[in-house]
């Protein structure tokens, strides 16, 4: 019988490529606001409940012109449209659920009142618009923070989130430009930031 031969195990030198990642450090402009990317996320309007979520709730077009007052010189132009636009829809909301959206009529055969329902009055159409308005004008804002501080995204993602979640959008914005302070309700501007203030 022959003994069994011992396995030599023979070792290739194999070169494995790799890729070094870097990481990009997040950058702060002169102001020392955050660029390249948003300092909060859509969702995290609650980080600062009083006044950031409270404000984009119950106020929203007094956190829209706190936002774009600190980057620009129009923020009371946004505030009286958006809060125009804001009082047209709900002031729709409030009479349409109040009146009803229908009229009745009399039926002889079964000497009944039928109550017909219409759904799209004139306050529909009305509401329709100043919502597509309003989401338009908060889409313009957003984009006009987003470029200002050269943070990806598209007209698209703008367009998807003002119309889905306003509030989440003003709330975002206004904690990326340090709009507020955190744990005051104040209905006042805060200067705008000195990079943005236009030229004299």
């Not at 989440?168 to 000195?194: N, R, S």
């Amino acid at each position: 019988m022959s003994k069994p031969q011992p396995q030599v195990e023979t070792a290739v030198p194999v070169a494995v490529p790799y890729v070094v990642f870097e990481v990009a450090t997040p950058q702060a402009d002169p102001n020392g606001i955050l660029e390249g990317q948003w300092k909060a996320g859509i969702c995290d309007c609650c980080s600062d409940l009083v006044p950031n979520c409270c404000m984009a709730y119950w106020c929203p077009c007094v956190s829209l012109g706190q936002t774009m007052a600190r980057v620009e010189a129009s923020g009371t132009t946004y505030m009286v449209i958006y809060g125009l636009l804001y009082l047209v829809y709900l002031g729709m909301s409030f009479s349409s659920a109040a009146e009803g959206n229908g009229w009745f009529s009399r039926n002889d055969y079964y000497n009944r009142y039928n109550y017909h329902e219409s759904h799209f009055t004139w306050k529909s159409y009305v509401q329709c618009t100043a919502f597509v308005i309003s989401t338009i004008v908060l889409m313009a804002a957003r984009s006009s923070v987003r470029s200002r501080f050269n943070i990806a995204g598209d007209g698209c993602t703008d367009c998807i989130c003002s119309c889905c979640c306003s509030c989440c959008v003003i709330a975002q914005m206004a904690t990326h430009v340090e709009a507020y302070t955190p744990g005051q309700c104040d209905f006042g501007f805060k200067d705008t930031l000195p990079a943005y203030q236009p030229a004299a």
